[in-house]
């Protein structure tokens, strides 16, 4: 039910993001867009593993920054 909406929203951000007429703020956009994204998987993922009784549910909290690694080292 929820995959469909998030397919589409991927898509936007991708055409915002590799659009070669976009404007700066569109890459901003895509990128905060992305950014918030993950921090909601992540939310997401983590009730459903407390739900299932998952006793190692703190790892998927781990994901976000595993993928935020790599971008936050390109800065400095």
Known sequence: MIGLPL???TGL??????????APH???FA???LWL?????AFLLSAGA???G???WWIVQLLPLL????FVASFL
């Open 50 to 52: 407390i739900r299932l």
């Open 67 to 70: 993928w935020a690694a790599p």
């Open 37 to 41: 994204g993950m921090g909601a998987l």
């Open 54 to 56: 998952w006793r190692a």
């Open 7 to 9: 397919l589409a929203g």
């Open 31 to 33: 990128l905060g867009a």
């Open 13 to 22: 951000l991708v055409w915002l993001w590799r659009s070669p007429d976009a």
């Open 26 to 28: 569109g890459r901003g």
